[in-house]
């Protein structure tokens, strides 16, 4: 389902998700603030500590950051099979435009994917490294972003693996141009244009964005790319 926040991102550029993980968490609405005009999305990493072994925020500061803010908002949702179907509801209601979740053992997809819809928000779909591009194939006329992790999942500040290019460009020649391709982990300045030339429309900008010196400057070199 595409909803009007997601129908609304700018194509034929590269986009920007802005991770408000790698933000100040202290002074959080003034990073939103100073950020607001260069994010065309905030990606926002939730964890259980079950499914990845960190605890990664919640529904209840979800809706905060939905009052500060109308830049749509991605929730990366990893909750273990058990509480999947909970979570999606809090984080639906408090304001999450895009909900992308894992495949995994214990629950069907496509249940999933309905409960996501019965909410009115777009869904997403995420392949954690170990997962084959090929594996979407059966989703990508229910989606609106599929994001591949270059990284493992749950972590940070790491450099790409080896097969994270090749894995993007599977995926940009499985999914044609039904859904958007964002690439999550191991955004550097130097990585950006692979992964753009791989096949990427969006990438996920943790420090990139958060501890850079120009901000404007480094939003204006990435929309060069194309």
Do not use: C
Request: glycine content about 8%; aromatic content about 4%; hydrophobic content about 45%.
């Amino acid at each position: 389902m595409q909803t009007k926040a997601i129908a609304g991102l700018a194509t034929g550029r590269l986009l920007a998700e802005f991770s408000l993980w790698s933000a100040d968490l202290v002074r959080l609405a003034d990073e939103i603030a100073r950020t607001d005009p260069f994010t065309d999305l905030y990606h926002i990493d939730v964890s259980d500590g079950h499914y990845t072994s960190r605890l990664l925020l919640f529904p209840d500061l979800v809706a905060r950051i939905r009052e500060l803010t109308v830049t749509p908002l991605h929730v990366h949702l990893m909750a273990e099979a058990s509480v999947l179907m909970a979570q999606i509801d809090q984080f639906a209601e408090a304001g999450a435009d895009l909900i992308s979740v894992h495949e995994m053992r214990g629950i069907a997809l496509e249940d999933v994917l309905d409960r996501i819809d019965g909410h009115s928000k777009a869904a997403g779909l995420v392949l954690a490294p170990d997962a084959a591009p090929e594996s979407a194939k059966p989703w990508l006329d229910r989606i609106e972003f599929l994001t591949l992790l270059g990284t493992e999942v749950g972590v940070k500040g790491k450099g790409l693996l080896p097969d994270a290019l090749a894995r993007l460009r599977a995926a940009r020649k499985l999914a044609g141009g039904r859904v958007r391709i964002a690439a999550d982990g191991g955004i550097r300045r130097e990585t950006v244009p692979q992964l753009r030339e791989a096949g990427a429309d969006s990438v996920v900008m943790g420090s990139l964005a958060f501890g850079s010196d120009d901000l404007a400057g480094t939003i204006e070199w990435l929309r060069t790319l194309g």
